[in-house]
């Protein structure tokens, strides 16, 4: 329960809010007005005579609440601080103000206490799944079974939650979740894959900074497109900022677009999803009685060997492949992903994931998920080439949007007047000017950061039943990074039986919470 104590932190007492127009948009029901100065958590001499150069408009605002929670048997207090911090040019004008959510708990030494600095993907995502779905210390339990949750919707304490052992840091990056860009500051100089880097390292530094953990473990974990921000920004901070890394995690990560990205051209995520394939037709009981038979881990195993040693050369010979070897492969790959060979032959052997969605379940006229395929739903007929809509994403977005609402007011005291954007499409255009030319990869970054730093150590969570960023195309990322021998031993795979977002499956949740006390143990240890 929310205790009684908490705190409203203003970094310039007199400055009003204004962010894209809207005057006051953001202010808590608690904030602190220039009388109450007394009353509110006061900024050192330091910190005003910051303020006092910054140029009237946005000013830092944080709202801090103490609470405890169990966990592992342990039972503790912890801050949680919800605010905008806002970032700046040298010159000290405002470029954003970045919305966050931190859990923290008080040490001796804030040097032996390691700090996480978590978001999501989209691009124009909110951290809002990690936040409410795996990290954070509340928690929306959904059914293991992937029946849909009944609306209302509640938040339970997260046992799972990793508080005990780090700090955690919920980064919405601008214009997602309640962060905006400074008035008269262009949005567009935050949408694009090296600005975002930027404006998210920003955040990192000037959190780093103004909290003052910089002597303490830092590790960023990221979840899809986060994972091409986890890859860009373990260059960037040490680039730029100097700032070393223990450790790095990806979430079902997409890193490089080529594995991804369908097309007549690129047959790489013909092979990099198929093994995803047959994991859904697995679970959705679509194979025969041999292989139907196998746990889920042995014909995952015998797709992957089957995509690389057989399907993966008879794609690279285009219209050369032969008749003889062209019949064997459509025979097996039909076999392996529950489609008719017939199916298989008339799509030329290639099988976009939208096409396998609405083909897998057409008999029962149903339709499979995207970020989980062991949803389905119902379109308006069978007829289609792909589905009407993503059956997981209807079956979880709504349970998050209502309790992280709820959540900010009720127990964290925040409240904005503007929505919380917890996935928005107004980041579009996005840009990729570093890439142009060619598919997006920032495996470079990564594998620099990782041979320049002995210590970074890289954790990799991936779901059998995810068709957004399905686990081979990982494999394929990584096994293609270009890694030292030396530096090998830093990278952790694990595997769960669950989707893009394999932390509403409660087993997986489980799993992956001891699978990641062991790697932060192993990243954080000293000799």
């Known amino acids: 329960m929310l205790d009684a104590r908490k ?10 809010l204004v962010l894209g127009g809207i005057a006051g948009a953001g202010e808590s029901k ?3 007005k220039p009388g109450d100065a007394a009353e509110a958590t006061q900024t050192n001499g330091a ?51 970045v919305f966050f959510v931190a859990y923290t708990r008080s040490t001796e030494d804030d040097s ?45 304490e997260n046992h799972n939650s990793l508080l005990d052992t780090t700090d955690l840091v919920f980064i919405d990056p601008v214009s997602t979740g309640y962060s905006r860009p400074a008035k008269d500051v262009s949005k567009g100089d935050f949408h694009g894959y090296s600005k975002d880097i930027h404006s998210v390292g920003q955040f990192i530094h000037d959190y780093t900074t103004r909290f003052e953990r910089w002597l303490s473990p830092k590790f960023i974990l990221g979840e899809s497109y986060g994972g091409l921000r986890v890859a860009g920004l373990s260059g960037y901070l040490r ?6 890394l223990n450790g790095a995690v990806v979430i079902s990560g997409a890193i490089n677009f080529q594995t991804l990205r369908f097309s007549s051209s690129n047959d790489l995520p013909s092979v990099c999803f198929m093994p995803t394939y047959a994991a859904t037709a697995w679970y959705h009981k679509q194979l ?12 995952v195993h015998r797709a992957e060997k089957f995509a690389y040693e057989k399907y993966a050369p008879a794609m690279l010979k285009g219209t050369r492949l032969g008749a003889k070897e062209r019949e064997k492969v459509a025979t097996e790959l039909a076999r392996l992903t529950g489609l008719s060979k017939e199916y298989v032959l008339s799509a030329n052997l290639r099988i976009p994931m939208g096409r396998f969605g609405k083909e897998l379940l057409r008999d029962e006229e149903l339709t499979i998920g995207r970020f989980d395929s062991r949803y389905s739903g119902i379109d308006r007929d069978s007829a289609g080439e792909s589905s009407e809509y993503d059956p997981s994403a209807a079956a979880l977005f709504g349970a998050f949007t209502a309790c992280l609402n709820d959540y900010m007011r009720s127990e964290l005291d925040y409240e904005d007047r503007r929505v919380y954007e917890i996935l928005t499409g107004k980041v579009h255009p996005w840009k990729y000017d570093s890439f142009e030319g060619r598919y997006v990869d920032a495996s470079e970054s990564l594998r620099e950061a990782m041979t320049a730093n002995p210590y970074l150590k890289l954790f ?26 030396q530096r090998q031993d830093n990278v952790t795979v694990k595997h769960y039986e669950g989707g893009h977002m394999m932390y509403v499956h409660g087993p997986s949740l489980q799993q992956m919470r001891a699978d990641l006390l062991k790697f932060y143990q192993q990243a954080t240890e000293t000799e």
């Open 460 to 485: 990799v969570a991936c779901g059998y039943y995810d068709l957004a960023t399905p686990h081979h195309a990982m494999h394929y990322t990584l096994d293609h990074l270009g890694l030292p021998k």
């Open 30 to 32: 608690h904030a602190a």
């Open 288 to 299: 025969d009685e041999k292989l139907q038979a196998l746990p889920l881990e042995k014909l």
């Open 47 to 97: 910190d005003e005579a910051k303020s006092a150069k910054k140029p009237k408009g946005l000013s830092d605002q944080f709202v801090e609440t103490e609470h405890s929670a169990t966990i592992d048997g342990e039972s503790f207090d912890y801050t949680a601080t919800a605010g905008r911090l806002v970032i700046e040019t040298d010159e000290l004008d405002p470029k954003a103000e």
């Open 7 to 16: 705190r409203i932190v203003i970094a310039s007492l007199f400055a009003s």
């Open 239 to 244: 680039d730029h900022y100097k700032m070393e």
């Open 112 to 156: 032996t206490r390691p700090l996480t600095f978590c978001f999501n993907g989209g691009p124009g995502s909110s951290s809002v799944w990690l936040h409410l779905g795996m990290l954070g210390p509340k928690i929306i339990n959904f059914p293991d079974d992937a029946s849909v949750l009944r609306p209302p919707y509640h938040l339970d």
